[in-house]
């Protein structure tokens, strides 16, 4: 996921920082369903980039262990300057 993730260049330039953690129901195939940001970052220009993050990585390899139709899961996307 990392190699997908972008840090948006104004963000970088304020120096803002944030975690966004987004909610995501997989399907056995690989594919979301629905994205919902379930804890946001305190900046839109990273929760907006955390959803591209992930839409950049769908579908996803099936994973092979899920006995229901879907898989709940929530995906910390961290935002650090170093």
């Known amino acids: 996921m990392e190699e997908a993730q972008r840090y948006p260049t104004i963000a970088r330039e304020l120096g803002l920082e944030g975690t966004t953690t987004v909610k995501l129901v997989l399907r056995r195939n690989g594919t ?3 994205l919902q940001i379930v804890s946001a970052s305190g900046h839109a220009m990273l929760d907006n980039a955390a959803i591209e993050t992930i839409n950049k990585v769908l579908p996803l390899p099936p994973p092979s262990t899920i006995a229901q139709a879907h898989l709940v899961i929530a995906v910390p996307i961290r935002f650090a300057l170093r």
Do not use: L
């Open 32 to 34: 979301a369903s629905s």
